[in-house]
C-alpha cells in the first residue's frame, strides 16, 4: 500500500557510489534511494564532505552552520550529485585531507577516525529532527558502524525518530579506546553494556545495534549466521537479545547501471537473447590480461578485495584444479599486501595462464563479468555480496561458497536442480579448497556442453537481481517504524 504523500527518510553514510568508494556499501547507498523512490520513500543523503564529494556539489547551497563540530566549524550543504539528493558535511578539519575515506595514502586508519564519524553521527542526529530544505525526516536509516553513533545521539538527545541501523559486514565495528567517550557528548549513562561501553572499550557498531529501533542486514542468510558464535564477531549475544527486531533483506543491483546490452564499459554489449558477443570480450580480456588468446579454453575470473574474508588464498591453492580442467585464471582486485603478493607471484610464475591486476579497474572490472565464462567468489564469509549478482547479470556463471548471500543467490547445478532447470551457478562448502577445486571441475565439464552451458547462463540471467523486491522490504519497515 502507498501512502498518500512521500515518506522523507534522511540516510546516513560514509560513503556512496559514485561519489566515493571502497566496497559494496557504497553501491547500496547510491542505488537504494533510486528505487525506494519507486516505493513513495524520498531519500536524502547524509555524507561526509570528502573533497571527491564537495567537488561533484559544485555550487552547493549552505543549509545550516555548526559552530564547533568535533574540533572545528561545519557547514552542511545540500545540493543534488551523481543522481543523489545529498547535503555534505564541509568541515575541513575532519575530511579535507588525502587518502581514503578511512585511511591515509600510506593505507594506516586515519587516527581521529573515532571523531570523524562521531561528527557524521552528530550532525545526522541534529538535521533529522531540525529538517532540512524547510522540511522534516520521518525517520533515520544508518549504515555500518561509521554511522552506528547516530540512533545514540537521537536516543539521548531526547529526538524521538525512528531510526534503521543497516549491517553491511559485521567484521568492521569501529572500536575505539575508552578513553574518546569524554569528548563523545554523550551522557556517562551511555557508556555501559547497556549503551556504547563494549568489551571496556567504545564500539560505534554495538552502540547502533544497542539503540536502534531496528536492524537490518543484507542477506537473510547472514542475517541468521551473525547471531551465532562462529559469525557473531563478539555481538552475537546481542544480536541474538534483538533477533525480534533484526532483519535479513538482500542487496540488488542497479539495474540500469548494470546492464550488458548498454554498458558503456564493454566493447561488446550482449543480451540474454544473444551471448554470442561475450567471445569478442573475452579475447580481448585474454589479451589484456596477458593470457593466450583461445576461445577453447574455459577462463575463470575473481574480482574483489585481496582479503582473508574473501577466501583468495583458497582459490590460489585450487589453481591446480583450474589447470586440471584445461583452464585459464583472472584475478582483479587490492587489498591485503600478502595475498597480493602471492597473486602477483602466482601470474609471473604462470604466464599465459594467468592473469592478475592488482589494484581496481571499473572498466576492466567490466570486462570480467562480461568475458569471462565463471567468476569464482570462494569466501568464508559474505554479508551479500554483489560481484555474483554483476555475474549472474553478464552470463559469467558464478561459483561460490554456501555463505551469507551466496548461498541466498546462486542455485548449485546438481543433477536434481540440473533437470528442473534450476540451477544458476556452482556452490561449496566454505573454506575448503578441495571442495572449491571440485566445484570447479563441475564447472568446467558443464562448460564443454555448449547447449547445457548455455542454460545456465540463461537461467542465471533471467534472475530478478534488482532493487525492486528489497525495496518494497525496506519501505515497509521503515512505515512500520514510523507508524509505531
Known amino acids: 500500500m502507498r501512502w498518500a504523500e ?7 553514510a560514509s560513503e556512496a557510489y559514485p561519489l566515493v568508494k571502497t566496497g559494496g556499501l557504497a553501491d547500496v547507498v547510491g542505488a537504494l534511494p533510486k528505487a525506494l523512490a519507486r516505493q513513495g520513500v524520498r531519500v536524502v543523503t547524509m555524507l561526509p564532505g570528502y573533497p571527491a564529494v564537495l567537488t561533484a556539489l559544485g555550487q552547493a547551497r549552505e543549509g545550516r552552520l555548526i559552530p564547533d563540530l568535533f574540533g572545528g566549524p561545519a557547514r552542511l550543504l545540500g545540493g543534488v550529485a551523481g543522481g543523489i ?7 575541513p578539519h575532519l575530511y579535507a585531507r588525502p587518502g581514503g575515506p578511512y585511511q591515509d595514502p600510506a593505507g594506516q586508519d586515519f587516527p581521529d577516525n573515532w571523531r570523524r564519524f562521531a561528527g557524521l553521527a552528530a550532525a545526522a542526529a541534529l538535521i533529522a529532527v531540525e529538517g532540512w530544505g524547510g522540511e522534516g525526516f520521518a525517520a533515520v536509516h544508518a549504515h555500518d558502524w561509521q554511522a552506528g553513533l547516530t540512533p545514540a545521539y537521537l536516543r539521548h538527545g531526547r529526538r524521538p525518530l525512528p531510526c534503521l541501523l543497516t549491517i553491511h559486514n559485521l567484521a568492521f565495528q569501529g572500536k575505539f579506546d575508552a578513553g574518546i567517550f569524554p ?10 553494556p547497556r549503551g556504547v561501553e563494549y568489551y571496556g572499550a567504545v564500539g560505534y557498531l554495538k552502540a547502533g545495534i544497542w539503540y536502534a529501533d531496528a536492524i537490518s542486514t543484507v542477506s537473510p542468510t547472514y542475517a541468521a549466521e551473525i547471531r551465532t558464535p562462529a559469525q557473531g564477531m563478539g555481538l552475537d549475544g546481542l544480536l541474538r ?3 525480534d527486531v533484526l532483519h535479513g533483506i538482500l542487496n540488488g543491483l542497479d539495474t540500469e547501471e548494470w546492464d550488458p546490452a548498454t554498458d558503456r564499459y564493454l566493447p561488446q554489449r550482449f543480451s540474454a537473447a544473444d551471448v554470442s558477443p561475450r ?8 589479451r589484456r590480461m596477458g593470457l593466450a588468446e583461445d576461445p577453447a579454453v574455459p577462463l575463470f575470473a575473481y574480482v574483489g578485495r585481496l582479503a582473508w574474508q574473501k577466501g583468495v588464498d583458497l582459490l590460489l591453492e585450487a589453481i591446480p584444479a583450474v589447470f ?8 582483479l582486485g587490492s587489498g591485503e599486501a600478502e595475498l597480493a603478493g602471492r597473486c602477483a607471484a602466482a601470474a609471473a610464475a604462470n604466464r599465459g595462464r594467468i592473469g592478475a591486476h592488482i589494484g581496481f579497474s ?3 572490472a567490466r570486462l570480467v563479468y562480461g568475458g569471462a565464462d565463471a567468476l569464482v567468489l570462494p569466501s568464508r564469509f559474505e554479508p551479500c555480496g554483489l560481484a555474483q549478482l554483476c555475474a549472474l547479470r553478464y552470463g559469467a556463471v558464478p561459483i561460490v561458497a554456501r555463505v551469507g548471500g551466496l548461498a541466498d543467490t546462486v542455485v548449485d547445478c546438481n543433477i536434481a536442480a540440473l533437470g528442473h532447470g534450476w540451477g544458476t551457478g556452482f556452490v561449496c562448502a566454505p573454506g575448503q579448497p578441495e571442495l572449491l577445486g571440485e566445484a570447479i571441475l563441475r564447472a568446467a565439464a558443464l562448460w564443454r556442453d555448449p547447449p547445457s552451458w548455455r542454460r545456465i547462463q540463461a537461467h542465471g540471467m533471467a534472475q530478478d537481481v534488482s532493487w525492486e523486491p528489497s525495496a518494497a522490504r525496506y519501505a515497509a519497515l521503515l512505515r512500520a517504524l514510523i507508524s509505531a
Request: charged share 20%; hydrophobic share 55%; aromatic share 4%.
Open 6 to 12: 512521500p515518506v522523507r527518510v534522511l540516510a546516513v
Open 85 to 91: 539528493e545529498l547535503i555534505a558535511i564541509d568541515a
Open 183 to 192: 569528548r563523545l557528548g554523550l551522557p556517562w549513562e551511555a557508556f555501559s
Open 241 to 243: 537479545g534483538r533477533g
Open 279 to 286: 567471445a569478442g570480450n573475452k579475447a580481448l580480456l585474454q
Open 324 to 331: 586440471a580442467a584445461g583452464g585459464q585464471l583472472v584475478i
Open 362 to 364: 571499473e572498466e576492466l
